[in-house]
């Protein structure tokens, strides 16, 4: 009678198991079709000299698989200084996770979160003792990822998804991506 009673309950753990990887599988993949597109917002940026010009922040994000984004953040900030970074993240803990180790033993990690709220998207690098990890391999001077947030409403659908997919950055972050 233990017997069964063991195996109806490795059976029903398993049942739950699968259900709840469903479940998780299920979510990511409908949040990432919520916010697949382009998110831009355009603003006056100033230099040093106090000359202003007109710039743009970008944030591309595009379904790499039912659990992962492919992404590219071009932010803007101070004196023309800027962030480029470019990705493929993991959905885990309901956000998208991109890691990448730089350096020699010991390497260096950083670790890339990307949230997505109710009314925005939040990219942060910040560690649990607030420290930046990776603004120094991806930033200028007065550059930050530890602190970037775009409004939901700027997204826009890419037109321009072939591009995309045969550009050296995306061929790039996929190649990483499989190395890993």
């Known amino acids: 009678m233990s017997i069964l009673k063991n195996l109806w309950t490795c059976v029903l753990l398993l049942v739950i198991s699968q259900e709840t990887f469903s479940q998780e599988h299920k979510s990511s993949s409908e949040l990432i079709k919520s916010i697949e597109g382009v998110y831009k917002a355009r603003f006056t940026g100033q230099f040093v000299s106090g000359e202003k010009y007109e710039t743009e922040d970008i944030l591309e994000i595009v379904s790499y698989s039912p ?33 990448r180790e730089f350096g020699e033993e010991p390497k260096h990690k950083c670790v890339l979160n990307i949230n997505v709220g109710s009314s ?61």
Do not use: W
């Not at 962030?83 to 959905?91: D, F, R, W």
């Not at 803990?93 to 890691?99: Q, T």
């Not at 391999?137 to 997919?165: F, H, T, V």
């Open 67 to 99: 659990s992962s984004i492919y992404f590219r953040a071009e932010l803007k900030f101070g004196n023309g200084h800027f962030c480029s970074v470019y990705g493929i993240a993991n959905y885990k803990n309901n956000s998208f996770i991109y890691e």
């Open 120 to 180: 925005s998207i939040k990219i942060s690098d910040l560690n649990e003792k607030n420290e930046s990890t990776c603004t120094q391999y991806y930033c200028g001077a007065r550059g930050y990822l530890g602190k970037y947030e775009i409004s939901l409403e700027k997204k826009r659908k890419i037109r321009y998804m072939p591009i995309i997919l045969k550009s050296k950055e995306y061929a790039a972050a996929e190649n990483e991506y499989k190395s890993k």
